[in-house]
């Protein structure tokens, strides 16, 4: 969502903004940043509490959808509600949140195109003022759609286009700042998600988006797509990106490479994909 459609949207009613800044490794910095300065009427949701399960695959499980339900509820997040979410890294946090909530059926949600620097890039204010909303009534799907689990993903390397989002020093296994183990799932395809930003930080045109996803093998593909990165967060943003492009929803692998290696299935190195598993 651009910014001038949000200022120009800024004193509806049913209007609801959430920072969601979030810092791989570095806890609470998001919400300190979110108390220096926000979007005005902003609300913080953070990713190691707020959009996480207690337990489940890899390093930020997602919650059971009627605990994620009533977690929007009670932060004032409804049925009537445009929701638009805003980070400061491009958008990939915040697409975590676009995700739950559109893959549970919540019919208006979006990404601020450039986040909080294209807002005062375009001269609009912070405040440090700290809003609350009133519970509202949210209701939404029982279960997470277009997801694929470690297991099913395995029997189908080769057969389904695996994106991978992290860095590429990450997926070619150079570093690894999180994760016990080096590299990538056999088969996947390092997609970085810079590679879905312009310059300024805002998203491509779509028709930028569909070259990008085109020499990913992602455009015209019989293949399903299955969109992965580190913990299922910024795996998101592919999705959110492939949706802006007007292609197929991808499946979002949601324990991604971290549940990948803490479960010692095999992996591979270097730029390439490498095979599928024998």
Not at 35 to 44: E, Y
Not at 249 to 274: E, F, K, R
Request: glycine letters at 12%; proline letters at 8%.
């Amino acid at each position: 969502m651009s910014i001038a459609e949000v200022a120009r949207r800024f004193d509806e009613p049913t209007l609801r903004i959430v920072d969601c800044r979030w810092y791989l490794g570095r806890p609470g910095i998001g919400r300190e940043a979110y108390l220096a300065g926000h979007l005005p009427g902003a609300i913080h949701l953070d990713m190691d509490t707020d959009l996480v399960g207690a337990d489940g695959p890899g390093r930020h499980p997602l919650p059971d959808p009627g605990v994620f339900a009533r977690r929007m509820a009670a932060v004032g997040v409804g049925d009537e509600h445009l929701v638009v979410a805003y980070d400061d890294l491009g958008g990939w946090v915040a697409a975590r949140l676009w995700w739950m909530l559109d893959s549970l059926g919540h019919r208006d949600v979006k990404v601020l195109d450039g986040g909080i620097g294209s807002w005062m890039a375009a001269g609009h204010p912070l405040t440090t003022d700290v809003r609350a909303w009133p519970s509202a009534q949210l209701s939404l799907a029982s279960a997470w759609a277009r997801t694929i689990d470690r297991d099913a993903l395995r029997t189908r390397l080769g057969s389904v286009l695996l994106l991978d989002a992290r860095a590429g020093p990450r997926f070619r296994g150079e570093t690894e700042p999180i994760d016990a183990v080096a590299g990538h799932i056999p088969t996947a395809v390092n997609a970085p998600t810079e590679g879905n930003l312009a310059p300024d930080g805002s998203v491509l045109s779509a028709a930028d988006l569909i070259e990008r996803f085109r020499s990913l093998g992602a455009f015209g593909t019989a293949q399903e797509v299955v969109t992965s990165c580190g913990s299922g967060v910024s795996a998101c943003h592919n999705a959110l990106a492939m949706r802006a492009a007007g292609l197929p929803d991808p499946l979002l692998y949601p324990g991604s490479y971290s549940d990948w290696t803490q479960n010692a299935y095999p992996v591979a190195t270097g730029p390439d994909p490498g095979d599928p598993l024998g």
